[in-house]
Structure formats: C-alpha cells, structure tokens
C-alpha cells in the first residue's frame, strides 16, 4: 500500500514515554496511583501524600474545577469544596465524562456527567456537576453525620473503577458497589431493567447510588464439574441458548482484591485468604462482546459470574492476582507473573474467546508485574525492566517513538523504558500512562535516557487554548439521553 507521510509530532504530542514536569510542576514529589480509562481523554495522578493532580477533556466539569472547558492542557492540584481541613486521596477513577476521587478517610467525591446515574450521588435528575460532591454509598454512615467523630466511617472505601457510563467501588472488606448505566448487566444486579421509551427506542433501569451487590454466579456445567461430576453435551443450556447459573452459596462473603472496568464490562479479583488454602476466583460481567468476559461465548452477563476457565489444579500455586480491563478485553495477571489475555483489541483478526496465556512472554520466562488495556491497546511490564506493547496507536500510544510503526500485531519492546521499573500502567483513549521506580542509582540511570516536558516546552500550546471556553458540544453530554437500541 501507499507509504504514509511522515508527521512531526507538535510540542504537546508525545510518540514515546516521556517525563511529566518533572521540575515545573510535580518537583520532587513522587506519584503513588495513576488513572485513566479506555474511553476517557482525561487523567489523574496521586501522589505519594494524597494530592491529586488532573488534567485532559473536561466538558463537563469531569476535573472538578468548578468551570467547564475544552481541555486543561497541565496537571492541575484537585479538592472537595466546602470541606474542613485538606482531604488527601488514595485512589482514583475517570469515565468518558466523570471522575470519581475516594479520601484516605474511606469516602468517594464524584464530579462530571451523570446522564446515567454513574455519579452515584443518589440524584439522577441532576445531569452533570462541576465541582466534586461526595458519594452516596449504601449502608455508609459518616460520623460527622451521626454526632461521632468525623473521621469514623462504617463502610471505607479504598478502590473505585469507573466504565463509559457506571462506576464500581470496593470497600476495605472488599465488598461490591455499582451505578449507572444497567445495559449490558452493568450494574451485577441480575437484570437491565430494559423497557421501551419510544418505538425502536429502550432504556434501562439505571441506578444513581452506589448499591451493594453481593450475588455472584457460576454456570450449572462448572457448578457440577466442581462436585465431581460430567456435564453432557449441551448440558447447562436452556432453550434460547442462555447458559444456565446458579448462585454461589459464599456470594455475601465474597471479598474482591481488585476491579477493572473497560468500556462496558468489569473483571474483579477475589482477594487471597490468609490460610492460602483457597485460589482466588476471577469474576467478569457486564458486555459479552468479542468474548471479553472468558466465557468462550459472545453474551452479556447480568451477575459477576465465575471465569471457570481459570480454576483448576495449574492456578493452585499460581493463581490470579489483579486484572485489567480495555474496551473490548480483559487481562489476569498471576502470581508468577503470567498474563491471560481474552477478547479483542484490534480491528483486524480474529477475536480470542478464551482466557489464553501471553506466550511469548511466558515461555522467556517474564515475570510481567504491570499490566494495562485500553481502548485498542495492550501493555505487559516485567519484573526486569522491560515493556512491551502491541494493538492499534494512531497517536503514539504503544510508546514506539517518532517514525515507528504506529500498530503492532505482537508484543513489541517499548525501546525508551528499556531498564526502566515500571509499577503501573493506565492506558486511555489516545494516551497512555506509566508509573515508574525511582528509588536508586539503578532507576536513576535508567531513567536518563527518557524524555522530559516541563511546563515551558509547551507554554505556546498552553497559550493557544488559554482563555478559551467550553466548546460548543461541551453541553451534548449533558443534554443527551439514554443510549438507546433499536428493535
């Protein structure tokens, strides 16, 4: 085919994994967590003592700042207005248009579009808010409320993922809480609450504060291969075809480890016990598009069902322990740093319909300790110092650097973070984030050979939006309604 021309990058495009204002900006503070999500163009990053630093798209108020604007092009210091004392953070997570901040004191603040309910501020009428207002989560009572001391909060939140138009949270027991959007089972509440608005139009029964759910499934074939038994053919299925669940009896007791949430499904981890004696169990539900929940079917979920793939005796010592989610796959990472991929992240090819472990890294021995997927990419960091990357990057998102293919059928080093410690990967729509050691003389060096922005190498790009006001669709996701189906 005809070769592209090559394009020189402006100031504020980055074609390799580049240093965030390193000086100008973040100085000598270090970065604890990094957020961001398959179809979201904006960002968070907190630090290592709770502050929290946004910046990208912001149309509808998802930084909350208090004001609407086309983009804020540098990391800019996040609060909660009206609260007494700073409130650090210790986690974070952004949708297409909203972003959801939990409190080192076990509270959530959501800001943004909330067309669907994904705010979880127990108000669906209200569409989208500016500045960041706190959560309603069930059973959560806050002491200030009650009289006690402010700080004394029953149900602690510590972990928040947020989807195109929903939004889950884990407490300290591990606990599950959604809302938003119930297409596709969003929501893990067993229904979508389908009806008809028009003709050729349907909603969903949405939620607008985060719920408990505590149901989690199995299918019939894996229940009865658990017991001992055989499934025959075509067993566990019922007349239209549905695979046949039924509801696991430890499904109140479940305590999750970790949740990801692409663009319309969520895969979650169950934490580890302390005896040992139980392998964690992988969960996925929502949208079963390209087989991204591991059910070797393309089907929607209703109930975080059990990935029966990852069970048996080859996970006893090397089991799941966190996953991640892109728009249309999921990846499980083990113990021993293997990853299983499922699902599709090209345009091209075929989609994988089964949890399959990642090869080519497993069998050069790589300990992968960093994972991340997001809307066409796929990203795997190891133990030793080596990134790799490999889907569709029209922006530069694999990290290839300038001139490079901007796509990759396999997984391919990512040259510039050769020796580089990377902990967190975060990919989002059009960009990507790492979170990367710098702890000794060893980072230090490696570190050098990455390129740095500070705040003056794109002071042009900053003055060309400064000033500028929400552009004229900023209000669209605010004025739209329910995504709709036709009949």
């Known amino acids: 085919g005809r070769s592209p021309i090559p394009k020189t990058p402006a100031t504020h495009e980055f074609e390799c994994p580049t240093l965030l204002f390193p000086q100008s900006i973040f100085g000598s503070i270090k970065i604890a967590h990094i957020a961001t999500s398959p179809t979201s163009c904006h960002s968070v990053a907190i630090t290592t003592d709770g502050m929290a630093f946004g910046w990208g798209r912001n149309e509808t108020g998802q930084l909350g700042l208090g004001y609407t604007s ?115 089972g969003l929501l893990g509440n067993g229904e979508t609450g389908e009806y008809i608005i028009t003709a050729g139009r349907l909603g969903y029964a949405n939620c607008a504060k985060f719920t408990r759910r505590s149901i989690f499934v199995q299918s019939e074939a894996d229940a009865t291969a658990a017991a001992g038994g055989t499934t025959a053919v075509g067993g ?9 669940c039924v509801s696991l009896e430890d499904g109140g007791q479940i305590s999750l480890a970790s949740i990801s949430c692409g663009k319309n499904h969520f895969v979650a981890v169950e934490a ?31 109930y975080p069902r059990l990935v029966g793939a990852l069970r048996g005796p080859m996970f006893a010592s090397n089991h799941p322990v966190d996953a991640v989610a892109g728009s249309n796959c999921s990846l499980v990472r ?129 003055e060309q939006i400064k000033g500028k006001k929400s552009d004229a669709g900023a209000e669209e996701p605010a004025k739209k309604k329910q995504k709709s189906k036709k009949k």
């Open 70 to 184: 086309a983009v804020v092009p540098l990391p800019t210091q996040l609060s909660i207005p009206g609260e007494e004392g700073e409130i650090t953070f210790v986690a974070a997570g952004v949708g297409k248009y909203h972003t959801i901040l939990v409190g080192s004191n076990g509270i959530a603040y959501a800001s943004g579009g909330n067309v669907c309910g994904q705010l979880g501020i127990n108000n669906g009428g209200v569409k989208q808010i500016e500045k960041f207002r706190k959560c309603a989560v069930m059973g959560q009572v806050v002491g200030g409320d009650t009289g006690e001391d402010e700080d004394d909060v029953n149900v602690k939140i510590v972990q928040v993922s947020c989807g195109e138009e929903v939004s889950a949270l884990l407490c300290s027991s591990g606990h599950l809480y959604t809302t938003g959007s119930s297409e596709h």
């Open 236 to 244: 566990g299925v019922d007349s239209s075809g549905k695979v046949k």
């Open 272 to 302: 580890a016990t302390t005896s040992g004696t139980d392998v964690p169990r992988v969960f996925t539900w929502g949208s079963g598009d390209y087989g991204c929940l591991g059910h070797g079917i393309q089907a929607d979920e209703y």
């Open 334 to 462: 083990t113990k021993n740093g293997h990853v299983y991929y499922v699902g599709k992240h090209r345009q091209v090819g075929e989609a994988t319909m089964r949890f399959t472990l990642i090869d080519a890294l497993a069998n050069n021995s790589h300990n992968v300790v960093a994972i991340g997927a997001g809307s066409a990419t796929v990203f795997c960091s190891t133990k030793a110092g080596v990134t790799v990357s490999w889907g569709m990057g029209s922006h530069g998102e694999l990290g290839y650097g300038t001139g490079e293919n901007k796509s990759s059928a396999k997984p391919k080093f990512v040259n510039v973070l050769d020796s580089c410690l990377v902990s967190a990967v975060a990919c989002g729509m059009g960009h990507t984030l790492f979170l990367i050691s710098n702890e000794d003389a060893e980072d230090a060096k490696a570190l050098k050979k990455v390129p740095k922005v500070e705040k003056d190498d794109i002071a042009q790009f900053v």
